[in-house]
């Protein structure tokens, strides 16, 4: 007879596998901007893609093992197709997509010896802003649906911290493509800090502008634009901090210095001589001079 293990212990066992080994990659970022949704991914590959188009409207970003979520992204590519065809296209959803993964990947996890290690990302553009939707699903068939930014595979906790200190509603490509690079360039993300290169990095947005197929990725031209973008802004607000600080230093020496000099002690003015008493010795207007017999005066009168 075959070992006995407990679901429980098996369980636990499946899901730390998984998670050792989406640990071992790279982080990735999604997130909401004023013209659509923006995916950014680490991939020094330019055969094998993250970042994909599932449908019009839908994208699909993954971490992982290569060859699962590539068999995924298939599979979800022809579920649209035929949900499509059979009903109509509007009937295709991010939701819908990402219900069927999280049903698929919970099988796998559940029924298999070895779940399949993957996260995937899935978002879909709606006509305005508030209609967006991400979906990420994990490797045991969990669905959990982000506001407006996501961060999923290696230190995603990291890099969602850095992501959630940057991110605010409304933000351009340029601005949100340089909290994404932030994020991911976090000092805790990774024991090295990447370089922004456009060559290792994979780049692609729903755009809300374009009419009937939304997804573009940004080539090397256009996503070393934003790179340059991102270090003049950063060049921007080192300068900006550096001038807030020389102003702040300015205004401290100045409160030290008044400081110092309220607390100096001030010598007393000596009193100045007061005039009102009476006058001592001859009136200062007068003199005695040649008030003498020989002196070419008149002599002085003898009394009576």
């Not at 990659?25 to 909401?32: D, I, N, P, T, Y």
């Not at 109509?88 to 698929?104: L, P």
């Not at 947005?205 to 802004?233: N, P, Q, S, Y």
């Not at 409160?255 to 001589?273: F, I, N, R």
Request: glycine content about 8%; aromatic content about 8%.
């Amino acid at each position: 007879m075959p070992f006995y293990v407990s679901p429980e212990q098996s369980m636990r066992d499946k899901a730390d596998y998984a998670r050792k080994g989406i640990a071992r990659g790279r982080s990735c970022v999604a997130l909401k901007y004023a013209g659509g949704i923006l995916m950014v991914a680490p991939n020094p590959s330019s055969a094998l893609h993250k970042i994909s188009e599932i449908y019009d409207r839908i994208a699909f970003a993954a971490v992982g093992r290569y060859n699962e979520y590539e068999n995924l992204r298939k599979a979800g590519v022809t579920y649209a197709d035929i949900t499509g065809y059979q009903f109509d296209r509007h009937d295709v959803t991010a939701r819908g997509i990402a219900n069927w993964y999280a049903q698929t990947l919970g099988t796998i996890f559940t029924e298999s010896n070895k779940p399949f290690e993957v996260e995937i990302v899935v978002a879909e553009i709606g006509l305005q802003s508030s209609d967006d939707q991400i979906y990420r699903i994990t490797f045991d068939g969990s669905v959990s649906d982000e506001p407006g930014f996501v961060a999923f595979g290696g230190q995603a906790d990291q890099v969602s911290t850095a992501l959630k200190e940057r991110y605010r509603e409304g933000l351009s490509l340029a601005e949100a493509f340089s909290a994404a690079l932030a994020a991911l360039n976090a000092p805790s993300n990774g024991e090295q800090r990447p370089d922004a290169v456009a060559a290792q990095l994979e780049v692609a947005v729903l755009d809300r502008a374009r009419d009937h197929r939304t997804f573009r990725r940004i080539r090397t031209a256009r996503l070393e634009e934003l790179i340059g973008e991102v270090r003049a802004a950063d060049q921007k607000a080192a300068e900006a901090l550096e001038a807030a600080a020389a102003a702040e230093a300015a205004e401290a020496a100045k409160a030290a210095e008044a400081a110092k000099a309220a607390e100096t002690p001030q010598t007393p003015a000596e009193p100045e001589p007061a005039d009102s008493g009476p006058q001592v010795g001859p009136d200062a207007g007068s003199s005695d001079r040649g008030s003498g017999v020989g002196d070419g005066g008149e002599p002085p009168s003898s009394p009576l």
